[in-house]
C-alpha cells in the first residue's frame, strides 16, 4: 500500500528525516516511534504532501511524491495531524462536512456524517457546538471521525493519544485496532509505546530521522534498545 | 566589450551635445507640466490636447512668432504638488523658454514659487485661482479668474430675485474654497444673503449627510452655489435631487463638461460660468471643428479651446518683447492690451497677471449647454482676491 | 429628531456599502493574508462595465448583471495573474503587488478610456424619493439599504450551508488542513476573489446609482474606508468587517452632519482619531478573528 524509499526532509538547514525506508501492506498497521524531534511528523508530513521531500513516495503502487495534499486526499491518504487541527470556530458537523468535501453528492456526505454519529454518539450529542469547545477527548474523535469521512484507503495518524486521560488512551487504542480489524491500512505515530506494538503489525523507530530499528512489532518489542528506552523493563 | 561601450558613450554624448546646442540656436522650448493621472486629469488631458494642437499647427508655419520652432518638454505630475516641484527645478535647469504649469491653482503656484525667481515666465493651463499670480512676477493665468466669474454670477443670481445662498465648499482647494466665497461676496454687495454652508472633501464618498443638512434649513434657500468639479459634483447634485430638493444650483466653470452634461434629469437648469461658447460661425466653433477634423477628439470643453489660446498668448507675447528671452517675454506678457483669442480677447495690461476675459453665463438644458449672455465683470465689483 | 432619524438613514445607506467592501477585503485577507489594495479597481471595473452597458441602451438588470460579472472576473483574473505568483509571501510584498496592481489599472482606465469620469444616467424611476413617517428616503438609498441586507444574508447562507463555504471559514483557521480535505487551494482561493468580487460589484452598482459618474479613481475613496473598517472591525473578522463597515459609515456621516461648522474641515481628522482611540482601547478590533479554542 505504502512504499518509502529514501526519503529525505529538510527545513533550511535542519535535516529532520535523513533517508527513511518504510513499507505497509495493505490492512497492516505500521507503528512510527521515536524520541521527541526523530522527524515522525515530517514523514506524515511528507507523505501527505505537506512539506516537499527527496525520495520516493508510492501508494498503492503509484508515485505519489511531489503530489499536492488535496491530489492525495483525493487518492485516499488521510492524515489525522498532530495537536488534531480541528476547524476549531467551525461546529462539529461542519467538520465533519467538511472531511468528506472529495464526494460531491450531498446525500453522500450527510449518509456519511450520520454514520460517524452513530460510531461516535458524543459527536451526534455535541453536532452544533464549536469544536473548539470539545474537551480533549472528544476532539479526538472528532478528528478521527473527520479523517474517516473521506473514506481513507491509507490512515496517518500522528500521536492521536497524545495529552488524553488514560481511559481516553485506551479508547483511542480501541478505535485504532477496530479500524485495523475492518481492514483499513493505517500507519500511527505515537509515544505510547507499549500500546502501539501492541496494536501493531510492523514497527520502526526513529533516531535523528534514521530507522535506527525496524521489523516485525514482536521483534522490536523484544529488542534491547526499545525495553531499555521505552518499555521500562 | 569595454571599447563598445565607450564608443556609444562617446556617441551618446555627441548626439546630446548637437540636440542642446541646437536648442540654443533656435528653438523656442515650451515646459509642459501636464497631470495624464489623478484628480486634475480631467482637465489638464483636454487643455494639453488643444495646446498640442496648435504647437503642431504652429510649427507647420514656421514656429513661435513665424520663425523659432517650438519643441516641446512635456512632464506628467499625476496630479502630485511634490511632482510637479519637481518638474519646475528641472525646467529652470534646462533653461526652457516658458512653462505651461497643471491647470489648478496649487500645483501652478508651488511651480510659480521656483520659476519665477529664475524669471521664467509661467502660466497655469486653467488654473482660476487668481491668488495664484500672487506668488510671483513670472506666474499668469490664462482662463477667466474666479473673482471675474463670481463677479457676473452672483450679480446674475441677484437679478433671478434669489435673496438667500447655500454655499458648498471644499478647503482641499483654492478653487473649491474661494469661488462660492467671491460669489457670496458679490451676492451679498447685491442685496442677498448667504444663509449657510457646508464643506466636503475632494473625492468625498458620499453626500446624503451634506443633503439632509440643506434639507433641514427652514426656510429653504433660493440658490445652492458650489465650485465642485468630478466627480465631486455629479455625486452631489445625485444625492440633492435623489433627496426630492429642487433648490436651483450654481457652479463654476468646471461644470463646462460633457459628463455633467450627460447626468440627465439632475442636471437640468443647472447654472454656470465658462469662458466661452461656441456660436455657430465664430472662431471658436471653426477652432473646434478643425481640431475634430485633425484629431478625430471632440472639443467637447473649453479646455480645448484655451489650451491654444495659451499658445496664441505666449506667441503674442513673444512679438511684443521681439526676442524669445524668457524674462522679457514675461514682461511682454504682463503688458499685453487687448488681444483676439479664439475663445475670447484677453488683456493683461492693468491686471496682476490674471487676464481680463469675458465670462459666459450658461444653463444646461437637455443635455445641452445653452448660453444666457456673455458679459465681461466690472473690476470694480470684483471681490479682491 | 426627524433630523436624526435621516441621518441615519444616510449612515446605514453608506455604512452598507462599506460594509460590502470590507466584507470583500476581510473574505481575501483572512485565507491569503493578501489586504487587496485593488479592491478599490475591481469597484471601478464594475463601475465601467455598467457604463458600457447602459450607453449601448442595454436594460438596467443587463447593465447590473454585467457589472457583477466583470467585477467577479476582474477580482479572479487579478488573482491569477498577479497574486498567485506572490503565494505565501509575506503580508508586505503582498500589499505592495497590491497597490502595484492598483495603479496599472487605474492608469490603464485613465489611458484608455478617460481620465475624466463618464456619466452613468439611470431611468428615471430610481431617482424619486419615497416617504416613510418622517423620513424621506430616496429610492435608490432604499435600493441601496434593501440590496446590502441581502448580500449579507446570502453571503451568510453560503459560508454556512455550502461545502466550500465552509471550506473558506476554514481556510481562513487552516488552509493546509483545509487542502488535506482534498479541496484544491487554488479553487478555494478562486471562490475567496470571486466572492470579493462580487461583494465589490455589488457595492460598484449601489455607487454609481448613487454618484452618477464613473472614473478611474472611483474605487480608491471608498476602499480606503473599507480597508479602515477591516482595521477596526478586527483584521480577518467577517463579522467585524461588517461592523467596522458600518461604524465608519456612521461616523463619516454624523462629524458631517452635526460638527459645527468651523470644525467641518477637520472631519476627516477628527474620524480617523476617533478609529485610532477605539483601537487603542482594543486592538484587535471591535470583533476580532475569532479564537475558539479551549486551553
Ligand atoms: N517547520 C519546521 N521548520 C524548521 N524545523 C522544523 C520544522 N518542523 C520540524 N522541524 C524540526 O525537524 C525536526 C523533526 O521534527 P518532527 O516534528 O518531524 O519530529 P517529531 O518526531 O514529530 O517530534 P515530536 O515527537 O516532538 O512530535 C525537529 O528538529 C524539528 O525542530
Ligand atoms: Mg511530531
Known amino acids: 500500500m505504502l512504499a518509502v524509499r529514501d526519503l529525505k526532509v529538510r527545513y533550511g538547514a535542519v535535516e529532520a528525516v535523513r533517508g527513511l525506508d518504510l513499507s505497509l501492506a495493505r490492512g497492516q498497521l505500521l507503528a512510527l516511534l521515536g524520541a521527541n524531534g526523530a522527524g515522525k511528523t515530517s514523514t506524515l508530513a511528507a507523505i501527505a504532501g505537506l512539506v516537499p521531500a527527496a525520495g520516493r513516495i508510492e501508494i498503492a503502487g503509484e508515485t505519489a511524491g511531489g503530489l499536492p495534499p488535496e491530489t492525495l486526499a483525493r487518492r485516499g491518504v488521510a492524515l489525522v495531524p498532530e495537536g488534531r487541527r480541528l476547524f476549531a470556530g467551525l461546529t462539529v458537523a461542519e467538520n465533519l462536512t467538511l472531511g468528506g468535501a472529495v464526494h460531491t453528492p450531498p446525500a453522500e456526505r450527510r449518509r456519511r456524517v450520520a454514520a460517524m454519529e452513530e460510531r461516535f454518539p458524543v459527536l451526534a450529542e455535541r453536532r452544533h457546538q464549536k469544536a473548539g469547545l470539545l474537551s480533549g477527548g472528544e476532539q479526538q474523535m472528532l478528528a478521527l471521525a473527520r479523517a474517516l469521512m473521506a473514506g481513507p484507503r491509507l490512515l496517518l495518524l500522528d500521536e492521536p493519544s497524545l495529552g488524553l486521560a488514560p481511559q481516553m488512551v485506551e479508547r483511542v487504542f480501541d478505535i485504532v485496532a477496530g479500524l485495523k480489524a475492518e481492514g483499513l491500512t493505517i500507519l500511527l505515530v505515537e509515544q505510547n509505546v507499549p500500546m502501539s506494538l501492541a496494536i501493531a503489525d510492523q514497527a520502526v523507530v526513529l533516531a535523528n530521522g534514521r530507522a535506527a530499528l525496524s521489523g516485525p512489532a514482536a521483534e522490536v518489542a523484544a529488542s534491547d534498545h526499545v525495553r531499555r528506552a521505552y518499555l521500562a523493563a | 566589450m569595454d571599447r563598445y561601450c565607450r564608443r556609444a558613450g562617446a556617441l551618446a554624448l555627441a548626439v546630446t551635445a548637437a540636440t542642446a546646442t541646437g536648442a540654443l540656436a533656435q528653438d523656442y522650448v515650451i515646459g509642459v507640466a501636464v497631470a495624464n493621472s489623478g484628480g486634475l486629469a480631467p482637465f489638464s ?296 483669442g479664439i475663445m475670447s480677447s484677453y488683456t493683461f495690461a492693468g491686471t496682476d497677471r490674471m487676464p481680463m476675459r469675458s465670462v459666459v453665463l450658461a444653463r444646461i438644458e437637455g443635455g445641452e449647454k445653452v448660453i444666457i449672455r456673455r458679459e465681461m465683470a466690472d473690476p470694480a465689483t470684483m471681490p479682491a482676491p | 429628531m426627524d433630523l436624526i432619524l435621516q441621518q441615519m438613514v444616510n449612515a446605514v445607506s453608506l455604512g452598507g456599502i462599506y460594509a460590502l467592501l470590507a466584507l470583500g477585503l476581510a473574505v481575501v485577507f483572512s485565507i491569503v493574508r493578501l489586504i487587496n489594495f485593488a479592491h478599490g479597481e475591481v469597484m471601478t471595473v464594475a463601475g465601467y462595465g455598467i457604463w458600457i452597458a447602459l450607453a449601448s441602451a442595454w436594460p438596467v438588470a443587463a447593465a447590473v448583471a454585467l457589472g457583477l460579472a466583470v467585477a467577479i472576473l476582474a477580482a479572479v483574473s487579478m488573482e491569477r495573474v498577479a497574486f498567485r505568483a506572490m503565494r505565501g509571501a509575506d503580508v508586505t510584498t503582498l500589499l505592495i503587488t497590491s497597490f502595484a496592481v492598483s495603479e496599472i489599472i487605474k492608469v490603464l482606465f485613465q489611458n484608455g478610456i ?182
Open chain 3, 114 to 295: 478617460s481620465a475624466r469620469p463618464v456619466p452613468v444616467v439611470l431611468p428615471a424611476w430610481m431617482s424619486g424619493t419615497l416617504d416613510l413617517g418622517p423620513v424621506r428616503i430616496g429610492v435608490i438609498a432604499l435600493i441601496s439599504i434593501l440590496t446590502v441586507a441581502l448580500s449579507l444574508v446570502l453571503l451568510s447562507v453560503f459560508l454556512r450551508r455550502t461545502v466550500m463555504g465552509l471550506a473558506m471559514r476554514a481556510a481562513a483557521e487552516d488552509f493546509p488542513v483545509v487542502r488535506l480535505m482534498g479541496l484544491r487551494a487554488n479553487h478555494v482561493i478562486a471562490l475567496a476573489f470571486a466572492v470579493s468580487g462580487i461583494l465589490a460589484g455589488v457595492a460598484a452598482v449601489l455607487w454609481v446609482a448613487q454618484r452618477g459618474s464613473v472614473d478611474p479613481l472611483m474605487g480608491a475613496a471608498p476602499v480606503l474606508k473599507a480597508f479602515i473598517a477591516t482595521v477596526l472591525g478586527g483584521l480577518g473578522s467577517l463579522t467585524g468587517a461588517v461592523i467596522g463597515g458600518f461604524v465608519v459609515g456612521a461616523v463619516e456621516v454624523c462629524l458631517q452632519g452635526f460638527l459645527p461648522q468651523s470644525l467641518l474641515p477637520y472631519r476627516e481628522a477628527i474620524s480617523l482619531a476617533l478609529i485610532i482611540a477605539v483601537l487603542v482601547w482594543r486592538p484587535d478590533g471591535l470583533w476580532p478573528a475569532e479564537q475558539t479554542s479551549r486551553s
Open chain 2, 45 to 340: 488631458q483636454p487643455a494639453y490636447d488643444g495646446f498640442k494642437f496648435c504647437v503642431d499647427e504652429m510649427n507647420a508655419s514656421g514656429g513661435i512668432a513665424g520663425k523659432h520652432p517650438i519643441r516641446l518638454e512635456v512632464r506628467d505630475t499625476r496630479s502630485e504638488i511634490s511632482e510637479a516641484v519637481k518638474f519646475a527645478q528641472e525646467f529652470v535647469d534646462i533653461g526652457v523658454n516658458f512653462i505651461v504649469a497643471p491647470p489648478d491653482g496649487d500645483p501652478t503656484m508651488a511651480m510659480g514659487q521656483i520659476t519665477s525667481p529664475a524669471q521664467i515666465p509661467t502660466m497655469t493651463f486653467a488654473g482660476t485661482a487668481p491668488i495664484l499670480t500672487s506668488v510671483g512676477e513670472y506666474v499668469f493665468g490664462s482662463y477667466p479668474a474666479d473673482n471675474q466669474q463670481a463677479a457676473v454670477l452672483g450679480a446674475y443670481a441677484a437679478e433671478l430675485g434669489y435673496k438667500t445662498a447655500f454655499l458648498l465648499k471644499s478647503p482641499d482647494a483654492a478653487y473649491t474654497q474661494f469661488g462660492p466665497a467671491y460669489f457670496g461676496t458679490v451676492f451679498e454687495a447685491n442685496g442677498g444673503q448667504v444663509v449657510g454652508e457646508a464643506s466636503f472633501t475632494m473625492n468625498q464618498p458620499d453626500f446624503s449627510a451634506i443633503v439632509t443638512t440643506i434639507q433641514a434649513l427652514n426656510p429653504p434657500p433660493d440658490v445652492i452655489m458650489t465650485s465642485a468639479w468630478e466627480p465631486d459634483f455629479p455625486a452631489f447634485i445625485k444625492a440633492l435631487r435623489g433627496a426630492g430638493v429642487t433648490i436651483p444650483v450654481m457652479g463654476a466653470d468646471v461644470l463646462d463638461t460633457p459628463t455633467v452634461r450627460g447626468l440627465g434629469e439632475v442636471v437640468e437648469g443647472v447654472v454656470h460660468t465658462s469662458g466661452g461658447y461656441p456660436d455657430p460661425g465664430s472662431a471658436h466653433a471653426e477652432f473646434n471643428a478643425r481640431f475634430e477634423a485633425a484629431t478625430g477628439k471632440v472639443a467637447d470643453t473649453n479646455y480645448v479651446v484655451n489650451g491654444c489660446d495659451i499658445l496664441g498668448m505666449i506667441d503674442a507675447a513673444v512679438q511684443a518683447a521681439g526676442t524669445t528671452d524668457a524674462a522679457a517675454v514675461g514682461q511682454a506678457l504682463a503688458a499685453l492690451p487687448e488681444t483676439e
